[in-house]
Every structure is written in structure tokens, then in C-alpha cells.
């Protein structure tokens, strides 16, 4: 079983930047595609971007441009790095895994979430 433990959401002003990091437990990392969803308050949770096996990404409409994800198989981490941030964007932010999944946009594809991180964007 993956455990996923997200950091390094925090609050932002917009126009501003942060950097979300999603560490897996897994020593088979590399098989896994990764993800990341976000949800705001009194919403659905909806797709961000995710990372195939093989480095391929896909973002939502809504952050291309912005976001980048990003994967260290060596270090068993992936990271979402977030430029240009707008008030839009706060949520609170997971990351999911997706055993020898070819990286989705659809939510139940993925098995196993974290427990997410907040990111606050203030105008």
C-alpha cells in the first residue's frame, strides 16, 4: 500500500508562487502515475495535473501555463510547482497514485491519497 504525505502548501499572495511537494512510501514509485486534485470549501474535488511512469503530463485548463508537475523517482517525490497563483486557486490540495496507470484526469482512477495540503491565495 502507497502512503503519500503532501507538503509545502502555505498562503500566498497572487501573483505569487509555491511549490507543493507529494513523498510516497512505495520503493516501486516509478510505476505509479501521480496526481494532483484540489478541493475549495462547499465544492467538488477536481483535477490539477498528473505525471504518467514515463513523464508525461496533463493539466487542467484552468493551470496550464501556471503549473508545473513535476517527478524525482530517486527521490520518490513529485512536486507541483505553482506560479502566477490567483485567489481561484485556494484549496486544499491532494496528491493520488495510480498503480501502472497511464496518468488521468478522471478521480477514480486513483487508488490511494494523501491527506492534502492547504494553499490560502490572497488578492
Known amino acids: 500500500q502507497v502512503q503519500l504525505v503532501e507538503s509545502g502548501g502555505g498562503s500566498a499572495q497572487a501573483g505569487g508562487s509555491l511549490r507543493l511537494s507529494c513523498a510516497a512510501s512505495?520503493?516501486?514509485?516509478?510505476?505509479?502515475?501521480i496526481a494532483w486534485f484540489r478541493q475549495a470549501p462547499g465544492k467538488e474535488r477536481i483535477f490539477v495535473a498528473t505525471?504518467?511512469?514515463?513523464?508525461?503530463?496533463l493539466y487542467a485548463d484552468s493551470v496550464k501555463g501556471r503549473f508545473t508537475i513535476s517527478r524525482d523517482n530517486a527521490r520518490n517525490t513529485v512536486y507541483l510547482q505553482m506560479n502566477s497563483l490567483k485567489p481561484e486557486d485556494t484549496a486544499l490540495y491532494y496528491c493520488?497514485?495510480?498503480?501502472?496507470?497511464?496518468?488521468?484526469?478522471?478521480?477514480?482512477?486513483?487508488?490511494?491519497w494523501g491527506q492534502g495540503t492547504q494553499v490560502t491565495v490572497s488578492s
Open positions: 505525471i504518467s511512469r514515463r513523464g508525461n503530463t
Open positions: 512505495e520503493r516501486t514509485f516509478s510505476n505509479y502515475a
Open positions: 493520488a497514485a495510480d498503480q501502472n496507470g497511464p496518468g488521468s484526469s478522471e478521480l477514480g482512477s486513483y487508488e490511494y
